[in-house]
């Protein structure tokens, strides 16, 4: 994992001290609300609901178990015991007091962390694929590269105000785990037919009120030329992006408008300009930022055997423990979706634990993955089966991955000022509904996404089963959409038709699965056989 | 009825206007009726809340009731956390709210 240097430190511990003294201006009065919120939210703090919210950043979902300690003590010290896994592999703090902002920023920066540029029309946290250093499907670790554009990015003055805010995602795989093309740019990494390392460069995706799929603008982009490909991605939107109109600011307008070849020729013709300024970063740097995501010390004699003699440590090495690069290793998802429970959230108790867990049997390390749920990425097979006893005793072993019940969903009505809609209850029914592990099985791989408004924090757009919360008139209303994919397979869902209830949403998914069961062949998944049979039958089920 | 509310400065939690002082307990707001404007400009000046804003209620039981489900929810705390709601021990606090 990074470790910071002294420019790292040196810059958060800064960023501490001014905001320290910003929160006791404002606090004395001296500055306004209209003065102060600019300055809050490049700090990662929102006026949400009920309270202050503070987003802090994890780098590229990847933390070390002192980072996650930390996020435990956070949220037993300034917050209400419990914290809140994100979408964008963060983490949100719902109930924090404004004078002890500076204090929590200061614990933060103790263990490398901030948050910074978590709000804010800037660039964003980097996010990338939960697996990386782990897959066995990847050209190469894409970390190393994501904290690059970090580093590149933090602070950076031509882009600290930017017409909107701005999302990478960087992966090395085929198989897409980060919703790479639903951001504003996706970079997978790739090896051309030399074998030399570069990158596709996908430009304006992304989901909100408009979403669109990233279409491709280079397919290959040399390893060397990456930031700058990067930075003339953004001249061009920096330049002429909109800055009248808010749901019009994004990236993905501008590339829709202007048509993506006329984009690319603009782009094409900055990266040129910009070739000559000689501004891509040091090779040196990227050694010396690689050096810290050398694999760990694997024990290369680990044997690939497993007693799965018992049937609840069978099911859960099944569904949530995937295929690791490393023979005798293997990659475990923690499941933050117990039945019934809140979708991402977990206790400090929670966070202590797999904290200890990563210590003890992943080599120290940690990861948040898109779908709010936690990943131990090196674990020892022969240490599987302790593990998740230890899991199961803390309630953190419910082997529901990528099954019905591992729903996103935002944190909607219940806590955010955007929502028009609570998006949580709708989770917990829908999974009480599905509770049956056997039922859940028979259904497959299915994806289910919920958004409690527009904005589409919960990633409906890319649910094979996607719910919007809209408000009706000051009623909670669900639309229903299905078909759409995050994945390698990317797709945007389509509205089956009018909304539902509360109560009428659950038994509308209930009928779409019904549909499914009924109109699958061989080993298709939901998606693919709404794809192949398309919206009639499901729409018939639902409305007739 | 009109009702005021906004977010406490230092903790951020929901009030809402007393007549005097800003309380966290709906049941404490009364009805600014015309002089909601008035109210808000001073304590903007006043700075002790942040988005203080104006909405419409009504009375039931013989409290105030927020007219729209966003401003209930703000009331009495996020719904799937009866345990951190300001009726923790009321069964029935969320039914209302829905």
């Keep these: 994992m990074y470790k910071y240097d002294h420019y790292d430190q040196s810059i958060v511990d800064a960023r501490v001290a001014e905001f320290r003294d910003q929160v006791e201006r404002r606090l004395a009065g001296e500055i306004t609300e209209d003065q102060f919120k600019p300055l809050r939210l490049q700090n990662g703090l929102y006026l949400q609901l009920h309270a202050y919210m503070l987003r802090v950043a994890i780098p590229y979902g990847t933390l070390n178990s002192g980072q996650m300690k930390m996020l435990a003590h956070i949220a037993r010290t300034y917050d209400r015991d419990y914290g809140h896994f994100t979408t964008r592999q963060n983490i949100q703090y719902n109930w924090i007091q404004l004078d002890q902002t500076p204090d929590l920023l200061a614990d933060l920066a103790s263990v490398e962390m901030h948050a910074i540029q978590t709000s804010g029309n800037c660039i964003r946290n980097i996010s990338s694929d939960q697996y990386a250093g782990a897959a066995a499907d990847e050209v190469t670790d894409p970390r190393p590269w994501a904290e690059l554009l970090r580093q590149w990015s933090t602070f950076h003055p031509e882009f600290a105000h930017l017409p909107r805010k701005f999302k990478f995602a960087v992966i090395a795989s085929k198989e897409d785990r980060a919703a790479m093309r639903l951001h504003d740019i996706g970079i997978q990494l790739v090896r051309n037919d030399a074998g030399e390392l570069g990158a596709r460069f996908f430009v304006g995706g992304g989901m909100g009120r408009t979403p669109m799929i990233g279409p491709m603008v280079r397919d290959f982009v040399a390893a060397d030329d990456l930031v700058s490909y990067a930075e003339a991605c953004l ?51 990227l ?183 809209v408000d009706r008139k000051g009623v909670e209303n669900y639309q229903l959409s299905l078909g759409g994919s995050g994945a390698e397979d990317v797709s945007l869902a389509k509205i089956t038709g009018p909304g539902f209830d509360e109560d009428g949403i659950v038994d509308a998914v209930e009928k779409a699965t019904n549909v499914y069961l009924k109109e699958r062949e061989g080993d298709e998944r939901f998606v693919d056989t709404y794809r192949r049979v398309g919206m009639a039958p499901f729409k018939e089920a639902l409305y007739d | 009825m009109k009702l005021l509310t906004g977010n406490d400065l230092k903790s951020g939690l929901v009030t809402w206007w007393t007549g005097k002082n800003w309380s966290i307990n709906i049941e404490d707001a009364i009805d600014v009726g015309e002089d909601g404007a008035a109210i808000l400009a001073a304590e903007q000046e006043a700075q002790r809340v942040n988005s203080a804003y104006i909405i419409d209620g009504d009375e039931t039981s013989g409290a105030p009731r927020p007219g729209h489900i966003k401003d209930r929810v703000r009331a009495l705390g996020p719904t799937v956390r009866p345990d951190l709601t300001l009726k923790p021990n009321d069964a029935n606090a969320i039914d209302k709210v829905v």
């Design chain 1, 235 to 285: 001249r061009v939107y920096n330049r002429y992006g909109r800055r009248d109109n808010k749901y019009k600011a994004r990236i993905k307008i501008l590339v829709h408008e202007l048509g993506k070849d006329e984009y690319i020729r603009q782009v094409e013709a900055e990266f040129e300009h910009i070739k000559t300024l000689n501004l891509d970063p040091p090779k040196a740097e």
């Design chain 1, 287 to 469: 050694e010396r930022i690689t050096a810290f995501f050398q694999d760990p010390d694997y024990d290369i004699l680990a044997s690939d055997d497993l007693d799965l003699c018992d049937p609840d440590f069978a099911l859960w090495v099944e569904q949530n423990v995937k295929t690791h690069k490393q023979s005798g290793y293997a990659i475990v998802t923690i499941s933050l979706k117990p039945i019934g429970g809140i979708p991402g959230d977990a206790s400090s108790a929670q966070i202590d634990i797999m904290a200890d867990l990563a210590k003890k049997y992943s080599f120290d390390e940690l990861r948040v993955t898109h779908a709010q749920n936690i990943v131990l990425p090196h674990v020892k097979k022969s240490d599987l089966y302790a593990l998740w006893q230890k899991l199961d005793e803390a309630g953190l072993a419910t082997p529901n991955l990528d099954l019905i019940s591992d729903i996103i969903a935002c944190p909607g009505l219940d806590y955010c000022s955007l929502a028009n809609a609570r998006s949580i209850p709708v989770a917990q029914k829908i999974a009480q509904r599905f509770s049956d592990i056997s039922k859940q099985k028979l259904l497959g791989e299915l994806k289910l996404k919920i958004s409690g408004c527009i904005n589409a924090c919960g990633h409906h757009h890319a649910g094979h089963i996607g719910i919007l919360g």
